[in-house]
């Protein structure tokens, strides 16, 4: 009881000396904490004055009491403003001291107000007849009433401008209004149904739905950064690519296995080829089959672990105010995200949030040597991708069905079929390569004020109303975090490209990516081994098996390695059809010549040794393994890949948010 008595004296005596800076009844203040033991507004208020740090206090019946540091306070259509009630009791805080009435949808729906179109804002203290100033809210003392007129365009520019420095006060520190408002989905929700979250357009998108996928956290694995400019199944590809493709080879591969011991236990049947006796030896698919099959599934339905911040699925994007919360918390979601995965394509630098959204991480993770990893993977790995795998499965299917009873009709057939997949594979390339140097022209090249923004595509004019520009926001951040705009510019083409150096490599591929791009490969050896092992003669089993490993290990990725270099050197296009044709055939032929050297020299190797035994095909994948280390290491890009030293501003090397 004396307890309760002192406590209630104490916050007696607290209220009686708790001035009113600011009546914010009607408003939303952004930042606060809940307080779930206070239940009525006279409480509510009662512990805010007794509580030195606690600057505003609301009450909604609804929603209950909160206190704390408000940021930025705005009258929205939100329903808290509906009936709540509160003060600001001490200090000024961002954007404290004015209301601004109105609506607008614009810059990205920050906030859901129009300050260029209603004039100067009314500044609410005890009353709707008493008024006060901004300069004196944030002097703390009370002024004479003021009549603003509406009609009056130069304050009200000015209004916008402070409005705008606000909010890029409170993007700058990088802080979260309410915790409520970090926000991460499950990578398994990314990729569902071929990431079905990328592939909707914004009207056909259930934005309540997406945003239920999504849960509080304090920490985000991922941040996604993409363009929604480019292409919308390049993307996809490549995502389900990086978040499910190891586990989809993997996967196949060990369900080929099974498929393989049971062909060879007699319990799964086999064909015979024509010409091909089934008393000597019956040829199986089942590995290959398998391999396909699961490999596609996995790829399509695994369920990935971690989590990603999506701005579709992390930002409320049903609500007008939490559109406006989400990005004034785009600076929070960066600097709490312990990577950026960045799906690069043709119009990435071109727009403007894209831009911002990596400057953000930049400055809150420093340098590229120390910050988490910053995953730059270009949208055009997808397509080459898939042109690896799928030529290598029809080449392999070929060789297991190709009839060998006449032997030139069988060589016809599968130089026709390999011959058709290189020239597409040459194709590809080509392309990729030519992507390749746009894409270093784009980041060499790289302004920031080349990049385009939604607002400045509408002449600053949405439902006839004048809002402001997005872009003067992005440049104002920007210039604070990196003292200047060249600066930024400089550290976007300095890390950048050294991010692409490191995770590529000096190849177009990196070696594990061609590896499980090229395990097709492996999945009809297989089956070659599992007849050999089936019609009895184990030593030949081991000759297949250790001839398949010298292929896709070696042979497979040196060949590749060389042919890159040549097709770098045929990557442009010409302008007669004709001529761009004959480069794919070069390109083609190319890489036949490569797959028949390799050929010739392991039977030049055979003849030396005069035997085809285990030891002699051992020996020369041990040779193999030594040239392609050779030749992968001693291979190098083009110069115009490696990163040029840049020289930063000292204000570079010291990054904090």
């Known amino acids: ?8 004296t104490l916050a007696t005596t607290a209220a ?37 740090a606690c600057e505003v206090w609301q009450f909604n019946p609804d929603y209950g009491c909160y206190k704390g540091s408000a940021h930025v306070c705005v009258r929205t259509a939100d329903r808290f403003c509906q009936g709540s009630r509160g003060e600001r009791i001490r200090g000024t805080g ?61 304050n009200a520019t000015q209004i916008g401008k402070r409005a705008m420095d606000d909010i890029v006060n409170f993007i700058h520190k990088g802080q979260v209004s309410r915790r409520e408002v970090l926000r991460a989905t499950p990578t398994s929700r990314v990729v569902h149904r071929c990431c079905y979250v990328l592939r909707l357009s914004k009207q056909e998108a259930d934005a309540e739905a997406f945003h239920r996928w999504s849960f509080v956290t304090d920490c985000i694995t991922e941040f996604l950064s993409h363009s929604w400019h480019g292409s919308t199944w390049a993307k996809v590809i490549l995502l389900l690519i990086l978040k499910n493709g190891p586990a989809a080879v993997f996967m196949g591969t060990i369900c080929a296995i099974p498929m393989m011991l049971l062909f060879i236990y007699g319990m799964l049947p086999g064909y015979a080829r024509p010409g091909q006796s089934e008393a000597i030896t019956l040829s199986s698919i089942w590995s290959m089959a398998t391999g396909m099959v699961v490999t596609l599934v996995i ?19 049903a609500s007008e105010v939490g559109k406006a919360e989400g990005i004034l918390n785009l600076g929070a979601f960066l600097k709490y995200s312990q990577s950026m995965l960045v799906l690069w394509d043709s119009s990435y630098t071109s727009r403007l949030w894209c831009l911002f959204e990596l400057a953000a991480f930049l400055r809150c993770h420093g340098a590229l040597q120390e910050a988490p990893p910053l995953v730059v993977r270009p949208t055009f790995l997808a397509p080459c991708t898939l042109t690896i795998a799928g030529s290598l499965c029809g080449f392999m299917l070929a060789l297991l069905f190709i009839p060998w009873d006449n032997p030139l009709f069988g060589s016809v057939v599968l130089i ?38 939604w607002c400045c595509s509408q002449d600053h004019v949405w439902a006839g109303k004048k809002i402001p520009c997005d872009r003067e926001i992005v440049v104002e951040c920007i210039t604070r975090w990196f003292g200047s705009i060249a600066n930024f510019e400089q550290t976007v083409q300095k890390t950048v490209l050294s991010a692409l150096w490191h995770q590529l490599g000096n190849h177009p591929f990196p070696y594990l990516w061609l590896i499980g791009a090229s395990v097709p490969m492996v999945w009809g050896q297989m089956d070659s081994v599992a007849s050999q092992l089936r019609s009895g003669d184990p030593e030949m089993a081991i000759v297949w098996t250790l ?4 292929w896709w290990l070696a042979a497979f990725p040196a060949s590749f390695v060389i042919w890159a270099s040549l097709t770098w050197r045929l990557r442009a296009r010409p302008a007669s059809r004709c001529a761009d044709v004959l480069r794919n055939v070069i390109g083609m032929l190319a890489l036949i010549v490569f797959f028949c050297i390799v050929w010739l020299a392991q039977r030049m190797w055979l003849s030396i040794l005069n035997e085809d035994d285990v030891a002699a095909y051992a020996s020369f994948l041990s040779i193999m393994t030594i040239v392609t280390c050779f030749v992968w290491r001693a291979w190098q890009q083009p110069s115009a890949f490696k990163p040029q030293q840049t020289e930063l501003s000292p204000r570079d090397s010291t990054v904090e948010l």
């Open 16 to 52: 009686a000396s708790c001035a009113v800076v600011e009546t914010l009844d009607g408003k939303q203040c952004y930042g606060l904490e809940h307080d779930t033991i206070s239940t009525d507004v006279a409480r509510c208020r009662d512990t805010c004055c007794a509580d030195e």
């Open 1 to 8: 009881m004396r307890g309760a008595l002192v406590a209630a």
């Open 299 to 317: 790829l399509i339905l695994w369920r990935p672990r971690g989590s990603m911040f999506v701005d579709r699925v992390c930002i409320d994007q």
């Open 547 to 550: 001839n398949a490993v010298m």
């Open 94 to 154: 961002a954007g404290s001291g004015r209301v601004w009435t109105g609506q607008r949808r614009n810059y990205a729906e920050l906030m859901d107000v129009d300050p260029y179109s209603h004039g100067p804002q009314v500044d609410v203290t005890q009353g709707p007849v008493e008024k006060q100033t901004t300069t004196d809210v944030r002097a703390g003392r009370m002024a004479a009433p003021t009549s603003p007129r509406h009609e009056d365009a130069t």
């Open 416 to 453: 026709a079929i390999g011959s058709a997949c290189l020239y597409l594979s040459a194709a590809a390339f080509r392309a990729y390569f030519r992507d390749v140097e746009l894409m270093q022209e784009h980041i060499r090249s790289f302004r920031v004020q080349n990049a385009k923004c």
